[in-house]
């Protein structure tokens, strides 16, 4: 009787397990890879052995549309700052020690374009938010493949991953004057097609003498001839003004916080002097992709550029005109 009743509590017991266990709903998700690019790898993130972080789509989205700035800053070891409206310092591990302004010390590719001009300045400002679908930011001296970098590479993708023949528009108001506002038409099929797009963004800013307007155009395009052979084209064209309102004392400050740096001695005021940053940019770049088998592949760019950059400050009156061009083949 005593070994009856225990195996009667053994059985119950078991299909009472078994019940929850056939209840229990299987929570595991599977998260989506991400792809890796740099050194043509094209590895998935936890294969890779560098110091590199990956912005995705879906990470960008989880951010306004206004600024990559949030994103950026959300990776360890990379800090971007924005003194102005549409002017910005990416410092990545402490590269920016010896630039007080703009991004230097570190290589910026788009497209695979290099958009780091040859004296080492990186005009970041002149992207805007629909301009980048992936961010792939190498940290450290393992970038010194795309060139002389102490900090680091930031290589800037536009391309989406699936591509899809449709039309986007969007559009964001809001306080101080903020107005913006994108556009993007897509033709084709996954072999071979063009990206139209086009963006506008301006604001008045929280402080005096803040304006910003950015313009923004490009064209992409992709032609695939076979399993092993495809030919990309990327053009940009930026045309950005922003006002500087330059640096307040403690005692102005808390006068008024919004104010823009007033006249000091023989120096004028940021209003009277008209301090301010007028910016073109104009790339054009061309990329052949040839795989010669699983294990070799080449991928060479050609491209040109030009800038033009006016910059009235308190002190002096600046303008310069930057025109450049080059190659860069890779095999891998």
């Not at 290589?107 to 805007?128: A, C, E, H, M, R």
């Not at 002389?148 to 023949?165: E, H, I, Q, W, Y």
């Not at 301090?275 to 760019?301: C, K, M, P, V, W």
């Not at 491209?303 to 600046?318: C, H, M, Q, V």
Request: proline share 5%.
């Amino acid at each position: 009787m005593k070994h009856l009743f225990t195996a009667l509590i053994l059985g119950c017991s078991i299909a009472s397990v078994s019940a929850q266990t056939g209840s229990t709903k299987d929570s595991a998700k599977t998260l989506q890879e991400v792809e890796v690019h740099a050194f043509g790898q094209n590895r998935q993130l936890k294969e890779t052995g560098m110091a590199v972080s990956v912005i995705t789509p879906a990470q960008l989205d989880r951010y306004n549309n206004m600024s990559l700035l949030p994103a950026i800053n959300a990776t360890p070891g990379v800090r971007m700052e924005e003194r102005s409206p549409g002017s910005y310092r990416l410092n990545i591990r402490g590269s920016s020690l010896r630039s007080p302004f703009g991004v230097r010390n570190v290589k910026v590719y788009w497209n695979g374009i290099p958009f780091t001009d040859p004296g080492g300045s990186t005009y970041l400002n002149q992207f805007s938010f629909y301009n980048i679908r992936q961010i792939e930011i190498v940290r450290g001296p393992a970038s010194s493949l795309y060139g002389a970098g102490t900090g680091g590479a930031v290589l800037l993708n536009s391309r989406p991953d699936n591509f899809k023949a449709g039309a986007d528009l969007g559009y964001t108001g809001g306080s101080f004057g903020l107005f913006n506002l994108n556009a993007q038409v897509r033709l084709g099929n996954a072999d071979r097609n063009n990206i139209f797009s086009y963006s506008k963004q301006s604001g008045d800013g929280y402080r005096d003498h803040t304006n910003f307007r950015r313009d923004m155009a490009s064209w992409e395009s992709q032609f695939r001839f076979n399993d092993r052979q495809s030919l990309q084209t990327s053009v940009l064209y930026g045309d950005l003004y922003y006002q500087t309102p330059g640096g307040l004392t403690k005692s102005e400050f808390l006068a008024n916080p919004r104010g823009a740096r007033p006249a000091a001695g023989a120096f004028p005021g940021a209003d009277q002097a008209q301090a301010s940053i007028r910016q073109q940019t104009f790339l054009a770049g061309i990329t052949h992709n040839y795989s010669f088998s699983d294990a070799l592949e080449n991928t060479t760019t050609v491209y040109g550029a030009f800038s033009i950059l006016k910059n009235p400050t308190f002190r002096n009156y600046e303008k310069r005109s930057e025109p450049h061009f080059g190659g860069r083949t890779v095999f891998t």
